[in-house]
T-cell receptor, first 114, second 115 residues
């Protein structure tokens, strides 16, 4: 059974600092997704990573995927308060197939303080 | 354009009653997914549809849960004889399916409270 683990689960950081959220998964897959959830809101797609070595960037967020290590990272550069949210990674357990069924990590709650 | 919509947004029901949750996907999206989000279990996959077929029902927690999709569009998730452990936010998502692997657009969710 596929397990997806994120760390840290909670992150409090100062504005302007850099940090990385890690997402490890237990079985082979080359499809990994990052989502953002604001309090009381639904999930918003951030990144879709579809191959080993994939790197995507949007603003202060950059996501990468290493399928050999079964690891994805979400790097935050010069954090700002607007980035405060919960971030989820999710993996498609069908590997390179396509069911679209996603197994989610526990989520990392990011709090950026002025 | 319109996103994924779900109704009701909140539902409070007594233990033992049946509930129906509705999801309207984005027009043209062939794939539809149901997830459940609760404090204790995080985000759990329940079921997905490709068109009107449900190839994977593995996430449904028990036989009290069922879902259907008609016309390749609207889906209904039904929970019979609700229990307190069914309390959660039920999220629906849709995607273009095989044409756009994995990028799912989520609805606002239905918060179900079983008393």
């Amino acid at each position: 059974e596929l397990k997806v683990e994120q760390n840290p689960l909670f992150l409090s950081m100062q504005e302007g600092k850099n940090y990385t959220i890690y997402c490890n998964y237990s079985t082979t897959s080359d499809r990994l997704y990052w989502y953002r959830q604001d309090p009381g809101k639904s999930l918003e797609s951030l990144f879709v990573l579809l191959s080993n070595g994939a790197v995507k960037q949007e603003g202060r967020l950059m996501a990468s995927l290493d399928t050999k290590a079964r690891l994805s990272t979400l790097h935050i550069t010069a954090a700002v308060h607007d980035l405060s949210a919960t971030y989820f990674c999710a993996v498609d357990p069908s590997g390179s197939g396509n069911t679209g069924k996603l197994i989610f990590g526990q989520g990392t709650t990011l709090q950026v303080k002025p | 354009g319109a996103g994924v919509s779900q109704s009701p947004s909140n539902k409070v029901t007594e233990k033992g009653k049946d509930v129906e949750l509705r999801c309207d996907p984005i027009s043209g999206h062939t794939a539809l997914y149901w997830y459940r989000q609760s404090l204790g279990q995080g985000l759990e996959f329940l079921i997905y549809f490709q068109g009107n077929s449900a190839p994977d029902k593995s996430g449904l927690p028990s036989d009290r849960f069922s879902a259907e999709r008609t016309g390749g569009s609207v889906s209904t998730l039904t929970i019979q004889r609700t229990q307190q452990e069914d309390s959660a936010v039920y999220l629906c998502a849709s995607s273009l399916g095989l044409a756009d692997p994995g990028k799912q657009y989520f609805g606002p969710g239905t918060r179900l409270t079983v008393t």
